[in-house]
Structures are given as C-alpha cells and as structure tokens.
Nanobody, 123 residues
C-alpha cells in the first residue's frame, strides 16, 4: 500500500522548534521529489519546502527561508522538516507530498499526500 504518514506536530510557543517527519510505505523516497505544504484555517494550501531526488536540491518559501530545513534519511525512508524560530503565522496543518518525478515545486505536480499533522504556535 502506498502511504505517506506525517508526525511531529503539536503546540509550541513562539520562538520554539518542531521537527516534522514524513514516513513512507510502498515508496522509496530517494527516487522522488518530496514536498511539505501547509494550510491555515480559511487560507489556501501553500508550498513550504521541497527536496529533489536528482541532486538533493531544496526549495523554501520566502516566509520560512532561514528558519526551516528539509532533509531526508534514506535508511529510515523518511523526510524531515526542521522548523525553528516558529511564529504564530506558522500555525497550520502540514502535509507531506510525493511527486513521481525528480524535481517538483508546484502543488499540482504532487501525486500522493499524507493526512496532515497540526502545528500550533501560540503562547
């Protein structure tokens, strides 16, 4: 069964950190582009970060650049999103997604999605 499962969300104070995980079953993540997206209440889903399978190149939305880091652990078949210096505006449901191509940054390029994990940044 092809499945992506996110974990690691939760409640954190402003300035805090969280690490989200995206674990795959039925896929070898190294072969595909992986993206993190988020959707805040009342807003459209937006891209946060992506990592290419071709050369490991990464992309970040301007709003998270310098604070978030995407990475992969091939041995664990997992992609991570390290989130530092969190702000209340980072509050959203975070989704990981897989594109059956080596490089992808646009939402419509992604074919498989996880169920999402809630991140809430509040004091």
């Amino acid at each position: 069964q092809l499945q992506l499962v996110e974990s690691g969300g939760g409640l954190v104070q402003p300035g805090g950190s969280l690490r989200l995980s995206c674990a795959a079953s039925g896929f070898t993540l190294d072969y595909y582009a992986i993206g993190w997206f988020r959707q805040a209440p009342g807003k459209e889903r937006e891209g946060v970060s992506c990592i290419s399978s071709r050369d490991g190149s990464t992309y970040y939305a301007d709003s998270v650049k310098g604070r978030f880091t995407i990475s992969r652990d091939s041995a664990k078949n997992t992609v991570y999103l390290q989130m530092n210096s969190l702000k209340p505006e980072d509050t959203a449901v975070y989704y990981c997604a897989l594109a059956i191509i080596t490089i992808a940054t646009q939402e419509d390029e992604f074919d498989y999605w996880g169920q999402g994990t809630q991140v809430t940044v509040s004091s």
